[in-house]
């Protein structure tokens, strides 16, 4: 896990495509609704990475189930930092799931989860909860 904190907050794509399995699929906040293997993962990190001059990640309240050969946790994520405008942002939380698989004695994520609950009346999602 501190890889991928340290890899988010570097915008190290070389360091974070390590730590994915090369069949990742993903389910993050934005669409499509996945995106499927390692190069799909690394465009949604270089889009991401665009929108910040500087980015931080923090996590929060992580459990972990961990098994031989595969572990899957839980918890809140944050991305914030300082957009090319200048302008500082706090970010939003997301609720975050990870899914390791275990290849040659490391751990890759095999699949990752981050979503904004939503109001149902509004269909809008809410994006200003904290853990």
């Known amino acids: 896990m501190e890889k991928i904190v340290e890899g988010i907050r570097a ?23 996945q995106h499927v293997g390692i190069a799909a993962k690394m465009e949604n990190w270089t889009r991401a990475f665009a929108l ?6 923090e996590l929060r309240d992580l459990t972990f189930t961990v ?6 946790g839980h918890g809140f994520g944050r991305l914030s930092g300082t957009l090319q405008n ?11 799931t990870l899914c390791f698989r275990k290849s040659d004695d490391h751990w890759l994520i095999a699949h990752d989860q981050a979503s ?3 109001d149902i009346a509004s269909g809008r999602g809410v994006a200003d909860l904290e853990p």
């Not at 910040?52 to 990640?57: K, L, M, N, S, T």
């Not at 098994?67 to 899957?72: C, K, N, S």
């Not at 200048?86 to 975050?96: H, I, L, Q």
């Open 86 to 96: 200048g302008t500082a942002t706090s970010g939003m939380w997301v609720r975050a």
């Open 11 to 33: 915008k190290d794509l070389d360091g974070l495509r390590r730590l994915y399995a090369t069949d990742v699929v993903s389910f993050d906040v934005e669409p499509p609704l």
């Open 67 to 72: 098994g031989d050969d595969v572990a899957f």
């Open 116 to 118: 904004v609950p939503f």
């Open 52 to 57: 910040f001059q500087d980015v931080d990640y």
